[in-house]
């Protein structure tokens, strides 16, 4: 076996374990009921009127967590992508002058 072989095998038996697990805790908390409370103190107090499932809670976390970050990253991402774009048209107008000039770049 070679060494890229026994990588493959390794990376599938922990994404397996990891599988395993995640569907472990699925089943474990798919019944599961938490009632949910805010108290920001002289702010005010929330109370959720009825038990939510564990697992609705996680895929709300999760879900507000990507959602943020996406929103965040995304102006930046944006602006990275417009600066690649004018650097690109840059050094392609560079090229074009450089042969016309008779000293391409090769």
Known sequence: MSVRMIGRLFTL???AALAFAGYLFVIQNSLRKTGLSLNLGPVGAWKLSQPVPVLALLGAGFAAGFLISAFF???R?????????IAERQLTTAGLDAGRRGDAWR
């Open 77 to 85: 991402a944006a602006r990275l992508g417009r600066r690649l774009r």
């Open 13 to 15: 038996l922990i994404f």
């Open 73 to 75: 990253f995304w102006g």
